[in-house]
């Protein structure tokens, strides 16, 4: 599991919000203001037409330096156009680090009872952070005590009634709340741990009644061979789980609750086929380890070819052809489901861009900047079912190695294989089809190959036995075949 929590400063709580200047009228506890952190956020300037000696009247300030956002990075880490494997690389090869594309969003990582040297500290900036959260909910409610008017001029102010509660409230079916209202009960929050104490906080919800739980690869990990893994749910309810199956190149896991409840509710899945650019998002997680949490956004792409990684000198790459959307995902929302207006899953949230200083695979925690990236559901649902019945997951294939190099030309075939082996297996489907070493893929059907990953992922969203049509170059002339894919059983 990846460490990059680690060596992150520790952010400072929020002080509470400025006292308004002091008026003849205000109350005496103002003044104990005197002497506080400087505010984190400005108070805004009285609205024009403020009447004289208006106790809540300050002058407009121009924004701080540094103000929140920053800009935005001139290149992202993606577009390195450096960027690449060595050629001859093969399928299933590690990814090299230095080319990555995409960071896996990692379990946050979890306080240790005694943590060892570089261990742990991730923990620690969740405890923080919910300490500031804290704390700032405290300092904003001095601040509104403080600032309280206490003249007798009267207000203008309407109040809503407060009989019923919050409880009363209806909300409307498709809405925002209503999904979330729906959709948490069926959400877990993942603790996996290895036997030597590592390990990370991620997400899941519910797949069947039977107690599976599908998630990504990576927030289970740490729980493989002879680990430890746990599931919570919003009300509190935590469950042991084992690993009945993973898939590390597409990056899905499936878990299965020891002792499930027999009230278990699978969320309904959808149709990731059927989403467009600009249809609406919900994704539910445990962002640095804050569970239950929710978030909203678009879908901001279809399709786009992802290689990540968690950043790990170990760490083999997964291939997708994602949905991108910019709903808030952090680390911890790995696994976690992105829904559409409906409430139907169309996505397990599994990668984000980041643009931390140090670059991708940096001892820096990442964080969301709007690009997160999905595994489709139809594709997810796939895998998930053959790792419940085999406990393996299956990949088509084209029987041919390709380069993992950055490239906008298309996915080249490589001169030999991995270990040594022929780049193009014999009698495999390639073969049949008559590609050959240093033939470049340039299309597989409709879609536009630029890169081996590219290729990889898209060939990774077909099912063995299905035919494709691939477009290839050779010595400047342009050749269309069709090839029917074979399958690979299990990760290599």
Do not use: C
Request: proline share 9%; aromatic share 4%; net charge negative.
């Amino acid at each position: 599991m990846s460490t990059e929590n680690e060596g992150n400063p520790v952010p400072p709580a929020p002080s509470a919000p400025p006292v308004p200047p002091t008026s003849p009228a205000a109350s005496p506890q103002a003044a104990a203001s005197d002497g506080g952190e400087a505010p984190t956020t400005p108070i805004s300037p009285a609205p024009q037409g403020a009447p004289a000696g208006d106790p809540y009247a300050s002058p407009p300030q121009a924004p701080a330096e540094g103000s929140w956002p920053p800009p935005p990075p001139a290149t992202p880490a993606y577009a390195d156009a450096g960027a690449g494997a060595a050629a001859g690389a093969g399928w299933g090869s590690p990814y090299d680090q230095q080319h990555q594309q995409y960071q896996q969003h990692q379990p946050f990582q979890q306080p240790q009872p005694a943590p060892k040297k570089g261990n742990g500290r991730g923990g620690l900036v969740a405890a923080v952070l919910v300490a500031a959260l804290v704390a700032g909910g405290v300092g904003g409610g001095l601040g509104y005590t403080l600032a309280k008017n206490n003249d007798d001029t009267g207000s203008t102010t309407v109040s809503a009634s407060s009989d019923g509660g919050a409880t009363q409230v209806k909300r409307a079916s498709g809405t925002i709340a209503a999904v979330a209202h729906n959709a948490l009960p069926s959400t877990v929050t993942i603790e996996a741990e290895s036997t030597s104490g590592e390990g990370g906080t991620g997400t899941g919800f519910v797949f069947d009644t039977q107690g599976h739980i599908i998630t990504n690869n990576h927030v289970v990990a740490d729980a493989l061979d002879g680990g430890k893994l746990s599931a919570t749910f919003p009300d509190g309810k935590k469950y042991d789980a084992e690993v009945v199956g993973h898939a590390q190149g597409y990056d899905v896991a499936v878990i299965k609750l020891k002792n499930p409840p027999s009230d278990l509710k699978p969320l309904a899945l959808g149709n990731s086929d059927n989403v467009a650019v600009g249809d609406e998002t919900i994704a539910i997680g445990a962002p640095f380890g804050l569970s239950n949490t929710v978030t909203t956004g678009i879908i901001s792409a279809k399709n786009r070819p992802v290689a990540s990684s968690d950043g790990s000198s170990t760490s083999k790459a997964s291939y997708m052809s994602a949905l991108q959307t910019d709903a808030s995902i952090n680390p911890g929302n790995s696994g976690g489901p992105l829904m559409d207006a409906s409430g139907a899953v169309i996505g397990i949230n599994s990668a984000i861009q980041s643009a931390s200083s140090g670059g991708l695979g940096s001892t820096g925690q990442s964080g969301s900047i709007g690009l997160g990236f999905a595994i489709p559901i139809n594709q997810a649902k796939y895998v998930a079912q053959q790792l419940i019945k085999t406990g393996k997951p299956v990949y088509a294939k084209i029987g041919a190695s390709v380069s993992l190099e950055d490239s906008t030309n298309g996915a080249q075939i490589t001169d030999a294989g991995t270990g040594g082996s022929a780049a193009v297996e014999s009698g495999g489907p390639a073969d049949k089809a008559g590609l050959k070493p240093g033939d470049v893929i340039t299309k597989l059907d409709d879609s536009v190959i630029d890169s081996g990953p590219t290729l990889i992922g898209e060939i990774w969203t077909h099912k063995p036995g299905d035919k494709v049509q691939i477009t290839y170059k050779r010595g400047g002339s342009e050749h269309t075949v069709t090839v029917t894919l074979t399958s690979r059983v299990g990760d290599n």
